[in-house]
Structures are given as C-alpha cells and as structure tokens.
C-alpha cells in the first residue's frame, strides 16, 4: 500500500481523513505504476479541483430553523463537465465526498464518457425530515451552489437518499435562479 497521500501537500488535510478517500488515492497509486502513468499527472488527480462547503439553513415544519451542513466536491473537469449524484446521509463529510469525486473521475474515464468527477452531499437523515423539509433542504442547498452547477459545468444527479423529485426540486430552483 501506498503512503504518497500522506505528503504534506493537500491530501494531509481535510481529504485525507476518511478511508474511502485514502483508498481512492492508493488505486490511484497503483493504477499510475502499471499504466506507468506521468508522476505530475497522478499527483495533480490527488487532490479535488474545487470543494465547496455551505451551511443549509431551513425553517423545518414545527417553525424552527435547523442548519445542515452541505458539500459539493468537483474532482477533475478535464474531458468535460462534472458528473455525480447527491446523498442526503447523516454520516456524510467532505473527505467521503472527495473520494466519490474521484472515483467519478475514473468512471466516467474508463468507459468514455466526455464527463469528469463530481459529488456531494448534505449531512442529514432524511427519514427524520418530512417532504416539505426536504423539498425545502434541496431547493436551499442548490441555491448555495448553484454557481458551480450547470449543464457544461457541473451535473448533479441522485444518490443516496435522493431521488428523481429530488432532482426535480433542483432543477427547477436552478432554472428559476438562472432566469430559464
């Protein structure tokens, strides 16, 4: 196994601390060496292009505001847009969501798709929240992030915890924010 995701550069931080993220990085590793990949390339698919970090407040149904914390990690847009999907979870933190970035990255590479990695997430239990409170999370979420989603930036789609309504919610705050 590999330690080069220990150095002191970015991965040292706030990516390195979930297993899922080192586990990304020690693939990573271990494909550059049989594919005898380019030492600054591999280095550079390390660490996420760009992370986000935005607090999600909502008035929940019995009148009070709760805050959420929210994450959107976009990996690598090298061959296109970033791809990935949005988890309500309440295990759900920025290094977890890098490592999902990067794992896009890869995906959407190996099989061709013009599309690079993304993710992200809102630490939360959706079975605590109503229909109401999580409509109300996904519209305030995008809002926060909606200036580095789009169709030829970013390309959020569900996960774990959402669904298609979920991505409806989204789309349709974007398009009202965005003026189509």
Known sequence: MS????NNGLN???WNSSDLYKNAV???DEAAKVMQLDRNIAERLKSPKRALVVSVPIRCDDGNIKVFEGYRVQH???LGPGKGGI?????VNMSEVA????????KCSLVGLPLGGAKGGIRCNPGELSRQEQQALMRRYTSEINMIIGPDKD??????????QHMAWMMDTYSQEKGF
């Open 26 to 28: 020690d693939q990573l």
């Open 87 to 91: 988890r309500f979870h309440p295990e």
């Open 12 to 14: 040292s931080g706030i």
């Open 155 to 164: 390309i959020p789609a569900p996960d774990i915890g959402t669904s298609a």
């Open 3 to 6: 330690n080069s995701h220990t």
């Open 99 to 106: 490592g999902l970035a990067m794992l896009m990255t890869f």
């Open 76 to 78: 690598n847009m090298t």
